[in-house]
């Protein structure tokens, strides 16, 4: 069991500032995973942890003890990494028992430490074969495997998923799963670009963005609470729609007349003297609805994705600027250049002022995260 503790850590390469003001506590037996854009610092605070980077400035420190000048092999660390980075002429047994033999550990443990991970990570019929004889998922597990057999306090994952193709990628997402399920005191951090894998794996994600952190929260927290317009972005997939307007009546619900002639009624408490303010109402394409109603927005169609289980609707493609795009649950054939009009509840409406959310501002009482409820359409 291990608790991390960064504080004020920084990176920088020469005048360069790579990260700055990493601030962050990760409990024992905690799966965080780190995500955001390329080039933001995911992989390089992870391998700072992992000792291979070295920390410019703060502190790190392991169940309390204060890691900066300590070698990656004395830390407790395992790491898996983006590329397998297997010994191609050595059995899986081999590669997973070869860290075990350089430590000097026994025949006998070796050969228990080896067999158990080969059970955990049903590779046991494929011990005796060589690399070159497996799939690539099979040799993303050998790699898992030999971060197993050492029994660390901490795994570090550097994007393992990133070279298989789609469908091995959700089958070992699955295998990551059920084995953090089976080693509940271990702490795992996970460096990823892709959201799916972060909403279904982390207990917290790690938002990096500008040099620092943007976020940190569970996952359906960040959905549903994004701090600033960044995380709203990020998080989701497609992006959240930003309407822009401006605030016409305050109050615990906030009413905003949009530039594109809507009215939306958000439940996010404003103050008095809100009223004029410049806001960008944030809805997620998955809670857009169809309406004959009032409505947030209206357009012409002006392509459609039908993916079966939804149908994508696109707003604004051709005008150079950031679309509006609609998910409506199921088949809606026929709609290309039709004019639409799409409403959502005023729950499932964030409300943004100079990129910040309203949630956060000072002085608003935020009560504890819970997950919100599915939302009824009308019929």
Known sequence: MADLKLTDVAKSYGEVNVLRDIDLDIRSGEFIVFVGPSGCGKST?????????????????????????????????????????????????????????????????????TDRAGRMLQLTPYLDRLPKALSGGQRQRVAIGR?????????LFDEPLSNLDAALRVATRIEIAQLKASMPDRTMIYVTHDQTEAMTLADRIVVLAGGGIAQ?????????????????????????????????????VTTVQL????????????????????VNIGVRPEDMRETDGPAIFEGTVDLTEALGEVTLLYFGTRGGGVPVIAKLPGIHPGLN???????????????????????????????????????????
């Open 147 to 155: 971060a197993i057999v050492r029994d660390p306090k901490v795994y």
């Open 45 to 113: 605070l992870l391998r700072m942890i992992a000792g291979l980077e070295r920390i410019s400035g703060g502190t790190l420190e392991i169940d309390g003890q204060r890691m900066n000048d300590i070698p990656p092999s004395q830390r407790g660390i395992a790491m898996v990494f983006q590329s397998y980075a297997l010994y191609p002429h050595m059995t899986v047994r081999d590669n997973m028992a070869f860290a075990l033999k350089i430590a000097g550990k026994s025949r006998a443990e070796v050969q228990e430490a």
């Open 259 to 278: 530039d594109g002639g809507g009215t939306a009624q958000a439940a996010i408490p404003t103050r008095a003297g809100d009223e004029g303010m410049r």
């Open 337 to 379: 250049g039709r004019t639409v009009r799409l409403t959502a509840d005023p729950a499932a409406l964030h409300l943004f002022h100079d990129g910040q959310s309203l949630l956060y501002r000072p002085g608003v009482d935020l009560p504890p995260y819970r997950p919100r409820a599915a939302m009824a359409v009308p019929a």
């Open 216 to 252: 940190v929260g569970a996952p359906l927290e960040l959905y549903e609470r994004p701090v600033n317009e960044f995380v709203a972005g990020f998080i989701g997939s497609p992006a959240m729609n930003l309407l822009p307007g401006r605030v016409t009546a305050a109050g615990p």
